[in-house]
């Protein structure tokens, strides 16, 4: 019988811990020649004892200098979860990405009588990034469990000095090669991914292509604001190095740029990085990624020189426009007395970016504001297919005003690097004399008579001439409030401060990540105490145990990941916890330890849940921080 295995390492051992035969694969083959050895094999795995092992699995074994590859490393039935030990060598920068590992519990039962057996693994993620080019070998994770070590196979990794690959290729590209301070660009960034093809699954459809992107990873420069989830695409062929055409999806990111500063244009930090997919499964559903390996390129970039808007023949009513416009101009009404309000509507079209478009200085033009007063109020303006709309207020000065003058709208030419204006029409106007009311043309007051008007008179009698009942102004004006309105004004500075410490303590909890799990953890630990378990024992025990780890974790503000007894322990003697106490959580986890892992002696409701329950509220009184 023969079986191909990679990355594994497997010790079997019986239920006294002693080992019987251990198998060490890596990438090779074994070969079992007689049924002696098949029976001993069956026999030992199909036995109710949990086996011990330390595996590890590289993302991938070709790599460039420098690129962030991923080693999982999964530890099988330990007595606690603990990180392994990376190897010390200077070709690598290794690093743990987290320290919570992913778990794993599977229930078997054995034999006719029932026998359980549990299989439980912790996955540990690294990120390991080769640090030269050559044929290295990554050394083996070491792991110590009561007293034994375990380890992995060493990975032979083969990294190239050449960070460039057949599989990806970025550009960007714009239609210029010089512009202007303000003048809109258009770029078009080009990401080209081989389309990938596997035997018995086909081709990789553009949708999972484009879906195997890294965006954390990848940084965007100035196409970060794009929508970066659905771009165009497009199949095209590209030559390879051997001559024969490859299938690839060209991409598609679009931006418009305005650079604001002169020089070589900044384009940003741009990097395109892709899970490049080395084997691809299919389920009921769709398709599902097996292997990858991370991949990254950056994109060739033009020369795009920007140049400052020149200053010499600059108009004096320039306003910033950039590109080539036309304006009109209508005015209503037409017919309207001296000072009376005229509403200027001006529409500007033209190549240019009229989002960006101001309106026209008109307090610059002179033969404006030589017969009309201008506004100085400046209109946001309305965009309209086409069109920006401006409206804006003038009044006629004098009686002699026969028009309003053509409206200029200066703006630089970036084709012909030139300053030009366009000119509206000179708008007709008719201005009537302001309309004058004489005095003695006032309607007489209904007492008849021409001595409507009365003279003023000063006088120094306060308010007395202007009231004739004299007891009302010297009455007493003085309100009672009554006990409501006393007994409110009494609660106000009451509820002042009950807002400013409830204002506080939201300010805390929103800023103080310690604070906001210490006020978490009693209701966090109720909540999973509180979860049905299973009928099981170790299932039970495990849900304690995570239960009071992370009370712990959360009221020292420490990560619940990898928080072994020990650990737990001396983080309460720490925080100068009872020794009681501390006694007591060492020996409820010491229980719980042995009831999950190693199979000890029942643990009853009594034991489990409740004990724990009650620890926690003693922590709680000793007031744990």
Same mark, same amino acid.
């Given at each position: 019988m023969q079986r191909q295995m990679s990355n594994y390492e497997l010790q079997i051992t019986n239920y006294r811990g002693t080992p019987y035969r251990a198998f060490v694969i890596r990438n090779s083959s074994f070969v079992i020649r007689n049924c002696a050895s098949i029976v001993l094999v069956a026999s030992l795995c199909a036995s109710p004892v949990l086996a011990q092992s330390l595996t590890a699995e590289i993302s991938s074994d070709d790599? &460039?200098?420098?690129?962030?590859?991923?080693?999982?490393?999964?530890?099988?039935?330990?007595?606690?979860?603990?990180?392994?030990?990376?190897?010390?060598?200077?070709?690598?920068? !290794?690093?743990?990405?987290?320290?919570?590992?992913?778990?794993?519990?599977?229930?078997?039962? !054995?034999?006719? =009588?029932g026998r359980l057996t549990q299989q439980t693994s912790y996955t540990y993620k690294y990120i390991v990034k080769p640090l030269r080019p050559g044929r290295l070998t990554l050394g083996r994770f070491t792991l110590r469990e009561k007293g034994r070590s375990y380890f992995t196979h060493p990975i032979p990794v083969s990294v190239s000095n050449e960070k460039t690959t057949r599989d990806l290729f970025c550009e960007v590209k714009t239609k210029r090669d010089v512009a202007y301070i303000g003048q809109p660009v258009e770029l078009t960034y080009e990401i080209w991914i081989r389309r990938f093809h596997q035997p018995g699954v086909g081709m990789l459809d553009v949708s999972p292509t484009w879906n195997l992107k890294d965006i954390q990873s990848s940084t965007w420069g100035v196409f970060s604001q794009n929508d970066i989830a659905r771009p165009k695409y497009a199949a095209q062929q590209r030559e390879a190095e051997s001559g024969r055409p490859e299938d690839f999806y060209?991409?598609?990111?679009?931006?418009?740029? +305005?650079?604001?500063?002169?020089?070589? &244009? =900044?384009?940003?930090? !741009?990097? &395109?990085?892709y899970n490049y997919p080395i084997r691809i499964g299919r389920n009921v559903f769709n398709l599902t990624l097996e292997r990858s390996r991370k991949i990254s390129?950056?994109?060739?970039? *033009?020369?795009?020189? !920007?140049? *400052?808007?020149?200053?010499?023949? %600059?108009?004096?009513?320039?306003?910033?426009?950039?590109?080539? +416009?036309?304006?009109?101009a209508i005015a209503k009404p037409l017919q309207v007395p001296v000072g009376d309000p005229i509403t200027l509507t001006l529409s500007i079209r033209g190549a240019g970016p009229l989002e960006r478009l101001t309106p026209p200085r008109l307090d610059q033009v002179a033969a404006l504001t030589r017969n009309f007063e201008v506004s100085t109020d400046v209109p946001a303006g309305v965009l309209e297919n086409d069109r920006k709309r401006f409206t804006l207020t003038i009044r006629a000065l004098r009686e002699d005003v026969k028009e309003i003058p053509p409206v200029p709208l200066s703006f630089f030419n970036p084709d012909t690097g030139k300053f030009e204006t366009a000119y509206s029409r000179a708008i007709p106007l008719k201005v009537t004399p302001a309309q004058r009311i004489a005095l003695s043309n006032l309607p007489p007051s209904e007492g008849g008579g021409a001595d409507f008007l009365t003279p003023l008179v000063e006088t120094t009698e306060g308010l007395f001439p202007n009231e004739t009942n004299s007891a009302s102004l010297l009455a007493d004006q003085s309100a009672d409030l009554g006990p409501f309105a006393w007994s409110l004004i009494?609660?106000?500075?009451?509820?002042?401060?009950?807002?400013?410490?409830?204002?506080?303590?939201? =300010? %805390? &909890?929103? %800023?103080?990540?310690a604070y906001r799990r210490r006020a978490h953890a009693l209701s966090n630990a109720k909540k999973s105490l509180a979860v049905p378990q299973a009928s099981s024992l170790k299932p039970q025990a495990f849900s304690v145990r995570a239960a009071l780890v992370g009370y712990i974790a959360d009221c020292c503000n420490v990560p619940a990941g990898g928080l072994t007894r020990a650990d737990a322990v001396k983080l309460l003697a720490d925080r100068r916890v009872s020794a009681e106490t501390v006694n007591a959580a060492d020996a409820l986890l010491e229980k719980l330890e042995l009831a999950e892992y190693a199979g000890a002696a029942q643990i009853t409701e009594t034991d489990g849940a409740s004990t724990a329950m009650e620890l926690i509220q003693r922590l709680e009184r000793e007031r744990l921080r």
């Open positions: 790599a &460039f200098v420098g690129e962030a590859l991923t080693v999982n490393v999964t530890v099988s039935n330990p007595s606690q979860a603990t990180a392994p030990t990376p190897p010390v060598t200077e070709d690598f920068e !290794i690093n743990l990405a987290s320290v919570e590992p992913v778990g794993r519990s599977i229930n078997t039962v !054995i034999g006719s =009588d060209v991409f598609y990111l679009e931006a418009t740029i +305005y650079p604001t500063k002169a020089g070589p &244009f =900044d384009f940003g930090d !741009i990097q &395109f990085v390129a950056r994109p060739t970039l *033009p020369k795009l020189l !920007i140049k *400052p808007i020149p200053t010499v023949g %600059r108009p004096p009513d320039y306003n910033g426009a950039i590109g080539v +416009y036309s304006l009109s009494a609660l106000l500075p009451l509820a002042y401060g009950a807002t400013s410490v409830w204002c506080a303590r939201s =300010d %805390r &909890f929103r %800023r103080d990540q």
